[in-house]
């Protein structure tokens, strides 16, 4: 079904379980902030994650509608084949297709751009002495030379970050949000990393992760270098093989 963001429905008690696998494989993983779609089952997931966290069960969840999964007009709440049939009507792709009443990827990419300005910002803020105005010129998670190590693990490129981010949205949101993080941002990607994997589908509870270098000007914190340290990660689902 294409739930867009008009259905907003709890999460099904797959999901659940998704959600506990995914707080399990992060439990000991230190989030400074969390940013959440207001939509229920981003909303639940959230929650679980958190809830699992053995560092981050107290952090505060910023509800965000700029997070919500994109619209899709007429189809929502319609089975996924409804949605393939319209494009291919159309003569588009699914994945480029918008349907009538439907949000464009263009305005799918402004939601994020605006949300990760919102993002740097409320970094800035809430961890560089915001009211006295004072914080590094420069704001590093990650010297700018040196690419994130990645061994399988959990915690892989989050050593030494001085603020780590829990960002909870949705599928097709997230697709379009990798797409600019690499087009428009040129995100290093890990050696090996295919392009049609870059671009695949997030599984339920796929987990990406990105490092960011800012820069703190006059205009506002600035990313200077963006790194995938991998993308849509479902390691911690191998233990829910009945759901496969």
Do not use: W
């Not at 910023?62 to 007429?74: A, I, K, S, T, W």
């Not at 690419?147 to 915690?155: K, M």
């Not at 990393?193 to 914190?221: E, H, W």
Request: hydrophobic letters at 40%; charged letters at 20%; glycine letters at 6%.
């Amino acid at each position: 079904m294409s739930a867009g963001q008009g259905i907003d429905t709890p999460l099904s008690e797959v999901g659940v379980r998704q959600a506990e696998a995914a707080g399990h494989y992060l439990r000991d993983i230190r989030f400074t902030n969390a940013f959440v779609s207001n939509l229920q089952r981003a909303v639940q997931t959230a929650e679980i994650i958190l809830r699992n966290n053995v560092h981050s069960s107290s952090v505060e969840m910023v509800l965000d509608p700029l997070l919500r999964e994109r619209g899709f007009g007429v189809a929502e709440g319609r089975p996924k084949e409804d949605l393939k049939n319209m494009a291919n009507a159309a003569g588009q792709s699914c994945r480029d297709f918008t349907p009538p009443g439907g949000e464009t990827l263009d305005q799918v990419r402004t939601r994020f751009q605006k949300f990760l300005k919102y993002l740097f910002q409320r970094i800035l803020d809430n961890h560089c002495h915001a009211a006295q105005h004072v914080c590094p010129s420069s704001i590093p998670t990650l010297p700018e030379s040196l690419p994130p190590v990645v061994a399988g693990l959990a915690d892989d490129g989050v050593a030494d970050l001085l603020f780590h981010t829990l960002v909870v949205s949705h599928g097709a949101y997230i697709r379009v949000a990798v797409h600019h993080l690499v087009e428009d941002l040129h995100c290093s990607l890990p050696v090996g990393l295919k392009m049609n994997q870059v671009y695949s589908p997030c599984p339920n509870t796929g987990i990406c992760r990105f490092t960011f270098t800012l820069d703190a000007d006059v205009s506002g914190p600035q990313p200077t270098a963006v790194h995938c340290v991998f993308i849509n990660r479902r390691d911690h689902l191998a233990i829910l093989k009945d759901l496969d």
